[in-house]
């Protein structure tokens, strides 16, 4: 059984689910509308009260989570934690709050996981699709064909930016609504071609806001009583008529919602004029759906991590060869240096990957030229973090150390560190077969015990040995090497 922590910009959410016969079962929802984006202020700060409001709200999800056997959680958090300046200082104290690391992800990781919610509800896996979700800070539009995505892209463009731009206080009128759907309409306006050439046949919405406008218009008829882009603007006119969020009065949506499903439906017709969609399909599915879908894969061992790994060598041609056997030779390493994390150990893996990638940029300076590219690549099924992460150990493989020294204060890191430098090393020196018969440990220092003669067989690997020691020395790490 598996949990999904959804920290939105309207609201934070929770799915745990349970796969049944290859379907999720969702057998536990929980909602806290907190509207996280209203407190950022001008300098883009989250305000000491939205900062409290969301540390409670996680206390009591955590306290749901507690409640059942769990196999995996993960916690993601979306576009007002990405932009949020104060966001490092505050996330701490809201993993301390769930009991959980959250991962503060990508637009286009966003968008990917809401792809593949809708793809798990739908299980339709020819359809050509569409998918749009109107969050409160962004908007992920996404087109693909069953579960493979071909394009995804984050607008920085949501329910609450777009309510209180044009919405100011609750008021609405003609004017604003008419600024409103062509300001959505210019953010939209330069990517609509590249999703029109991939075509569709069905259009899904699967945001909050999508469904509550759904609900307004079903449930009241409105235009021909579908998610018509006519029935929208029947909703729209209705809007106009009341004047003002609080003297909407129809049937479906809570009054404090109004204001919300306005600056959404604006940002949705936008979108629709953009793309050229006529109609569309409100689906109760997306983003904590993914996440539930990703952790049941990588409990499969199909990671998608992986696929963007090999994705990216390909994009910039990295040696597969070399890659693996220095993968090869780090694994055998690291597992001699104590108790392998798992973890780390995958971290690791990927990193000795990607280390050549840079190479694609220049000889000269190679591994930072890596480092910057693992940090920044579009990686799917990557955090942020987790790239930051990559990226530091790529950089440690060769140079000083200095650099990261900060990483080297975590044992397991410091192992992957020197697993990788001496890797790399024996994967250019030619001697991957030939490491058997060393000894490695790592404690207050690093001692390296080699076979009788084998230094002098692998002569360039001395000459790297030596520069091993002035690298470590500098950060006050011992480096020795014995013949036994």
């Not at 001697?431 to 001692?447: H, Q, S, W, Y």
Request: a neutral charge.
């Amino acid at each position: 059984m598996y949990a999904a922590v959804d920290l939105g910009s309207n609201s934070f959410r929770l799915h745990i689910g349970e796969p049944i016969a290859g379907q999720m079962h969702i057998v536990r929802t929980a909602r806290d509308p907190i509207r996280l984006a209203a407190g950022l202020q001008p300098d883009g700060a989250l305000s000491s009260e939205a900062m409290e409001t969301a540390v409670r709200s996680l206390h009591g999800l955590g306290a749901i989570l507690r409640q059942h056997k769990l196999d995996a959680v993960r916690v993601v958090a979306t576009n007002t934690m990405r932009v949020a300046t104060n966001a490092e200082a505050l996330l701490p104290r809201l993993e301390a709050a769930i009991g959980h690391p959250i991962e503060v992800i990508s637009g286009e990781e966003e968008g990917r996981l809401i792809y593949m919610g809708v793809s798990c509800a739908l299980g339709r896996p020819g359809e050509q699709r569409l998918v749009i979700d109107v969050g409160g800070g962004s908007t992920e539009v996404i087109a693909g064909r069953g579960d493979e995505i071909q394009l995804v892209e984050s607008f920085s463009i949501g329910t609450h930016p777009q309510s209180a731009t044009y919405f100011p206080g609750g008021r609405i009128d003609a004017a604003s609504f008419e600024a409103a759907v062509n300001g959505a309409r210019a953010r939209f306006e330069d990517a609509a071609a590249q999703y029109r050439a991939h075509g569709w046949q069905a259009v899904h919405g699967s945001s909050g806001t999508i469904r509550a406008i759904n609900e307004v218009i079903t449930r009241n008829r409105l235009g021909d009583g579908s998610m018509s882009f006519d029935s929208m603007l029947v909703l729209r006119d209705r809007l106009i008529e009341a004047g003002h969020a609080d003297a909407f009065d129809l049937p479906g949506i809570k009054r404090e919602r109004v204001i919300v499903m306005a600056g959404g439906l604006s940002v949705l017709l936008g979108a629709m004029e953009e793309f050229g969609v006529r109609a569309m399909n409100a689906i109760n599915a997306g983003l904590r759906l993914g996440v539930l879908s990703d952790l049941d894969l990588r409990a499969r061992r199909s990671d998608r991590r992986d696929s963007a790994i090999q994705d990216c060598m390909r994009r910039f041609g990295v040696d597969e060869q070399r890659a693996l056997r220095t993968a090869s030779i780090a694994r055998q390493l690291y597992d001699r240096l104590g108790p392998a994390d798992d973890a780390t150990r995958r971290q690791l893996l990927w990193s000795c990957m990607l280390h050549e990638v840079g190479l694609a940029i220049s000889h000269t300076g190679a591994h930072k030229h890596a480092a910057y590219i693992v940090e920044h690549a579009d990686l799917p099924g990557f955090t942020n973090r987790e790239q930051r992460l990559l990226s530091t150990i790529v950089l440690a493989q060769k140079g000083n150390l200095r650099k990261v020294r900060e990483a080297l204060g975590t044992p397991d890191l410091a192992r992957a560190v020197l697993a990788i430098r001496l890797a790399a090393v024996f994967m250019h020196a030619r001697v991957d077969a030939d490491v058997d018969g060393l000894k490695l440990r790592m404690k207050n220092r690093i001692e390296i015990d080699t076979p009788r003669g084998w230094l002098k067989q692998h002569p360039t690997v001395a000459a790297w040995f030596e520069k091993e020691v002035v690298a470590w020395g500098e950060v006050g790490v011992g480096f020795q090497v014995a013949q036994v």
